[in-house]
């Protein structure tokens, strides 16, 4: 038999979506995959309901259906302090894994460098892998998960020619101050180099916290590749709605990439996600304070187990020192995690350049409900992990 390709070597499938599996095998409350077990909002599911006898089974036009690009650049024309065109400036993908992917593919050579923080969301190293192209990583120190500007001048000194952006930070919480984006702009300037942007997380960011598009930054416009998706935001993981905004001349290359990768997203789902597009400010609102809760009422119960844990900035992940238990597999861990404690979690090292093996992440995307049930069991877990 021929062999396969070689590119797909060096990395393994997705942890994060293998410990979804895991969970699932032990029945174990699945706080590993980010993503909500609770309903999107009602209108948007009204409106599919509607669209499925409207005439939107076949093609939209593969950049993104024409009525989802005039919502999505009417709705970020106002967050991001620019008038968006939704016809030259907008590519609606298959998910924000799409948009990640096809920017990469956009913007690099088989052989260029690309900087990528640490920890990150574990899909850039395939994405770089994928693309060709090698990951330059600058370590995010815990416990406030802060750049070096040294270390991050040394890594653009390597000649990058992109730096992956993920603000609201998956896995570490970290929302980047106005400051730090200035630092890494002034870098982006000086050394030409493209700012790939995963703002996924955009609308879940905690007081006194605040999300700025890098984007919207003095010159960088010209520059930024922002990915983002409606994952998240409308609690609608499973319809793959992401998109890219860019200027022109990036788009225009950024459009055949995605032709060729998938033709479009669904038709019938951004027909019935402008319905979400076209929510008002109160909506955002509801949201940052429902996620709010979450975290309080997950960090309190974590506190009150006595495990030490990350205070997320944005997004909705926590990591979790589990040092005490003297595991050299955090991999391990997160198996015994879920077969004995009945919780599924995601292995640090995941999302770690560095050695890391005493941490794990938790998410708490799910109803209150499901959170205390995955508190409850968390309370046993001193006499289900015996210490090793
Ligand atoms: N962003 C989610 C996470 O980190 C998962 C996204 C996905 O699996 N596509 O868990």
């Known amino acids: 038999m021929p062999q396969l390709s070689k590119r797909t070597e060096t990395f393994t499938d997705s942890v994060i979506r293998r410990m979804t599996r895991v969970s699932n095998q032990y029945g174990a409350v699945n706080l590993s995959q980010g993503f909500p077990d609770f309903e999107p909002p009602k209108e948007i599911l009204n409106r599919l309901a509607e669209v499925t006898n409207e005439d939107f089974h076949q093609y939209s036009i593969t950049w993104g259906a024409q009525n989802f690009r005039e919502a999505l650049a009417e709705k970020q024309s106002k967050l991001m302090g620019r008038q968006i065109n939704p016809d030259e400036e907008i590519v609606v993908t298959c998910g924000s894994t799409e948009a990640m992917m096809a920017a990469m593919m956009t913007v690099t050579n088989p052989g ?5 923080f640490s920890p990150f969301y574990e899909n850039y190293g395939a994405d770089a892998i994928l693309s060709g192209a090698e990951p330059i990583y600058v ?10 500007p040294d270390e991050l001048e040394n890594a653009f000194k390597q000649k990058p020619k992109a730096l992956i952006l993920c603000n609201p930070s998956n896995p570490c919480g970290k929302v980047f101050t106005y400051d730090e984006l200035k630092q890494i702009a002034y870098l982006a300037e000086k050394y030409d180099v493209f700012v790939i942007t995963d703002e ?5 960011v905690y007081e006194p916290n605040k999300h700025i598009y890098f984007a919207s930054l003095p010159n960088m416009w010209e520059r930024t590749i922002s990915c983002s998706s409606l994952s998240k935001t409308y609690s609608i993981t499973g319809w793959r709605l992401g998109y890219i905004i860019a200027p022109p001349h ?3 290359t950024a459009k055949k990439v995605h ?6 997203a669904a038709a019938p789902l951004q027909e019935a996600a402008v319905t979400g597009l076209r929510f ?14 979450k975290r309080n009422l997950f960090i309190k119960g ?3 187990i006595g495990i030490s844990h990350t205070v997320p900035q944005g997004a909705y992940y926590v990591l979790l020192d589990i040092s005490e238990y003297g595991y050299s597999s955090d991999y391990e861990f997160c198996e015994d995690l879920a077969r004995e404690v009945g919780v599924g979690a995601v292995p ?11 941490l794990i992440r938790l998410h708490f995307a799910k109803k209150d409900k499901t959170l205390i049930e995955a508190l409850n069991r968390l309370e046993n877990i001193r006499n289900k992990i015996p210490k090793r």
């Open 112 to 116: 260029d460098r690309v900087i990528v």
């Open 139 to 148: 370590p995010l120190h815990p416990p406030e998960f802060n750049f070096d």
């Open 200 to 204: 996924v997380y955009e609308h879940i």
């Open 250 to 252: 990036i788009i225009d």
């Open 259 to 264: 032709d060729f990768l998938t033709v479009g």
């Open 280 to 293: 008002g400010d109160d909506y955002y609102q509801w949201l940052r304070d429902k996620y709010t809760r």
């Open 302 to 304: 974590l506190d009150d």
């Open 348 to 358: 640090g090292s995941s999302f770690f350049r560095e050695p890391v093996n005493n």
